[in-house]
């Protein structure tokens, strides 16, 4: 048995885990001096990765140096390197500098974040990063809200508060059992609207077709006067509106829906009015951009995610919810082991009272160490200089021939697609083939040239549905990419397009 002079033999004695922390700081050091020149993606095939963690259960245990050996020589090489200047794939924050060491501190101490007396201070910090979040973005600093693991999540808890405060809609007591009800609906536009607005259809038992699509405008943002139509048709139909969900910063191309305007129906009708800013309502700390978020301080719920464009590891969303009392009715609960004996204070504030969860890690610590060290103006800059890269490849693809813009550029996610000059031509005056092959014909280019700069490990980036058809995709969401790292991988785009294009262009029955 352990006892103050015999520690407990699952622990390490301190000369050794300094020496083991010491090697893992170097570690990671050494990984963020060298990430601009590891293959972005691992240069191995599935079959190899997997071999390389086929093994048993151990039976004994193994020196901790012979545990990080494995992390070295395992994990390192067969990631791939988000932090890299040249990951450009789906929207994921490149990992601020101090997080690793705030994330150690809040592994050594181990708190609770779900109540006060098993994280007082955990609490706090979270309390001040929602205070900071809100008055960042232009939203009302006495909100409520929480850190989640991201936007699902934070959509989820958005919603729910949504529909228990705007409906009939009780569930806590009877479940889905009880009256007939109406059909509950919320609304978001049909192109860029988020799936994770689906999915939290889906896990609050609505059903997904509870989602309604409303068309969207040219520049993919709604359209509010047929939201305005879709409202009252639904509502003629017997169904209860409840929700309208605008985007600030789409998922594929930046979008910022028309806020102001959606708040005015949301007031007028008495809906919730949720704003999903989880890619891009950061953007409203910079002055030049704030005015494009006009409306977003109206909403009645926000979210955002911190390990997006504020470059925090994973994982770390965050929902603003105006009236916190709302989240008190929606998630509040009772049960006589989470009263402690320790007398309760109007300042003490459990977390479980007002979220989904009751054992949360300590998310804020690294998104609290990051704010401070950056402050309002250096993530003002960091923004910037994103904004900066995709418009810099915005004029890359106009520039070129053989590329064709298929939005104009807002924020840092730029959709784009590669379609050879003649064929350019072609969808103009269509030739003697039907223009659907050429589209079909120009959906596998695209893709092919994605996939065959993400195997080489240049860069990784993604393809998207742009108005149906397949296009390059490139989040610039990484403090360290410059204008250079965009020329680069634009040039391999290029030249990728070109090989591929004189490769398969016979075989695909195309004029060649």
Known sequence: MASADDPSPADIDPDTFRELGYRTVDLIADYYEDVEDRPVYPQAEPAEIVAAFDEP?????????????????????????????????????????????????????????????PAPSG???????????AEAVGYPADTGGLLTSGGTMANVTALLSALRDGTDY????????????????????????????????????LGRDAVRLVPSDEDFTMDVEALEAMLEADAADGDAPFCVVG???SINVSAIDPLSTIADVCAERDLWFHVDGACGAVGAMVPEFAPRYDGMERADSVTLDPHKWLFVPYECGAVLVRDQSVLARTFAMDAAYLRGSVAETPEEFDYYEFGPQMSRGFRALKLWTSLKHYGLEGYRTLLRESVDCAEHLDARVRAHDDFAAVQEPNLYIYSFRY???????????????????????LDRL???????VVENGLAFLTTTTIHGRRSLRMSVCNHRTTTEDIDAVFEALAETGADLDAAWRESASLPV
Request: hydrophobic share 35%; aromatic share 6%.
């Open 170 to 205: 009780e569930t806590r007591g009877p479940g889905l059992q009880g009256d007939d009800r109406p059909r509950y609906t919320l609304y978001m536009a049909d192109h860029e609207g988020h799936s994770s607005v689906v999915r939290a259809a889906d896990l609050l038992n």
């Open 57 to 117: 259960l151990p039976e004994d245990g193994e020196d901790p140096a012979s545990v990080l050996d494995a992390v070295e020589e395992r994990v390192l090489p067969y990631a791939t390197h988000n932090p890299s200047p040249r990951y450009f794939g789906f929207v994921m924050g490149s990992g601020t500098p101090l997080a690793p060491l705030a994330e150690a501190v809040a592994a050594t101490v181990n708190m609770n974040a779900g109540g006060w007396h």
């Open 123 to 133: 609490t706090e910090v979270e309390r001040r990063c929602v205070r900071w979040l």
């Open 446 to 452: 695209n893709q092919g040239i994605t996939d065959s």
């Open 419 to 441: 379609v050879p000059a003649d064929l350019q031509d072609a969808l103009a005056d269509p030739p003697a083939v039907p223009l659907e092959r050429v589209h079909q014909y």
């Open 247 to 249: 985007q600030a910063g």
